[in-house]
């Protein structure tokens, strides 16, 4: 039995008293955001002064106070508050090297408001939040237990109402399986297995894409401010999620297939940002979506008791020969099945790769337990 922190995300749709109060909420949290980014960043480009959460919290205070900003109280202060959080773990982010310099929130961009528990009720299955009289109308497609230790309410471009609802449940390992799987990412195929199983790309924006082309042609021929483009960006908006929607189901039912099927799975850990900056590949490597399936993958093994591991990114899984391990001098894109000039084996380049990217993975397995049983004998023997 494990216990994790899982979201679940809802649809809801608010009455009109309820959507005017949350545009309210939006503005109030974005204002906030964008205020304290400018006054960090001023602090240490003039006075090279470092202002953390602490200091802009207690602004806040008085900033809510002015006659100017004083519309700042008809919000919930859990949200504003939240808020100078999350600026406060992207300046961290930013100074522990896993992210870019804080940028502006913009009105037109997804809106998002986090509450916690102080924030919002939850009683008989229903969420008020606060500065609201009525429960909010939610889709509930899926149960969850547990009891919501935070919420967060947002607004996507396509102006679809969402609820991310963070509970802590204890979940059950799956039984042990004898199965285990490498995996090699590729473009015609998204996902090809060790055990010769090649899962299609579906080319979601490929299909949709003449739609949108037309949507967005439509878009560029209206006047900027007015109704009717307004109406023709919401058109492009819809299309855009329609298709977001559609990569996370596949993605969230391949990766859970494979997690229920293997005790071990490998894949390549590829850095996807460099490899979208070729702009022949760019667009086929985004439409598979392989950043996604790993990050999947990677908190999926770990809630159900999996292991998934994953391979140098130089590793040449596709040239080297599974059976005798021999490594051909080079091998382009075009060549899809190769023959071994040592053991004459004859190799599909996707499952050839994807059996020695299984290979690579099970040594570093065995060599990250050959480490742990070291350390524990050496501690052992120092009597610590």
């Not at 509450?115 to 497609?141: D, M």
């Not at 390992?173 to 590729?186: M, N, R, T, V, Y």
Request: net charge positive; hydrophobic share 35%; proline share 2%.
């Amino acid at each position: 039995m494990n216990t994790v922190q899982r979201a679940y995300r809802y649809r809801f749709y608010p009455t009109l008293e309820q959507a005017e109060q949350l545009a309210r909420t939006f503005g109030c949290v974005r204002f906030t955001y964008n205020h304290f980014l400018r006054q960090r960043t001023d602090a240490w480009y003039e006075r090279q002064e470092r202002v953390g959460y602490n200091g802009t919290a207690k602004h806040l205070t008085s900033l809510k106070k002015e006659p100017e900003t004083q519309w700042l109280q008809e919000v919930s202060n859990v949200c504003l508050q939240q808020s100078l959080r999350n600026l406060d773990t992207a300046f961290k982010n930013f100074f522990q090297g896993r992210a870019k310099y804080p940028t502006f929130k913009k009105k037109q961009a997804r809106q998002s408001a986090r509450y916690t528990t102080s924030g919002f009720s939850y009683r008989n299955g229903k969420i008020k939040l606060a500065k609201q009289k009525e429960p909010l109308n939610i889709r509930w497609s899926r149960p969850f237990t547990g009891t919501p230790s935070s919420v967060t309410v947002s607004k996507d471009s396509a102006d679809r109402y969402h609820i991310s609802i963070l509970v802590e449940e204890a979940v059950t390992a799956l039984p042990f399986s004898k199965q285990e799987s490498g995996i090699d990412l590729g473009l015609t195929h998204a996902v090809i297995t060790s055990n010769g199983q090649k899962v299609n790309n579906h080319q979601y924006f490929k299909q949709s894409e003449k739609k949108l082309a037309r949507a967005q042609r439509s878009l560029s021929r209206k006047k900027k401010g007015s109704a009717n483009r307004a109406k023709a960006k919401l058109k492009v908006a819809r299309i855009h999620a329609r298709i977001a929607d559609q990569r996370q189901d596949f993605a969230h039912k391949l990766t859970t297939r494979l997690i229920h099927e293997n005790q071990v799975v490998a894949a390549e850990s590829l850095r996807v940002k460099n490899m979208l900056k070729n702009r022949s590949l760019a667009k086929a490597i985004s439409n598979v979506g392989w950043h996604q399936i790993t990050t999947m993958l990677a908190y999926k093994a770990d809630w159900y008791g999996r292991t998934f591991v994953q391979i140098d990114q130089w590793y040449p899984s596709s040239k080297r020969c599974h059976a005798c391990g021999h490594i051909a001098d080079s091998m382009s894109l075009s060549v899809r099945v190769w023959q071994c000039v040592e053991c004459g084996k004859q190799h599909d380049r996707d499952i050839n790769a994807a059996k020695n990217i299984l290979k690579a993975g099970k040594a570093i397995l065995a060599g990250a337990d050959k480490l742990r049983e070291h350390e524990k004998t050496t501690v052992g023997h120092t009597g610590g």
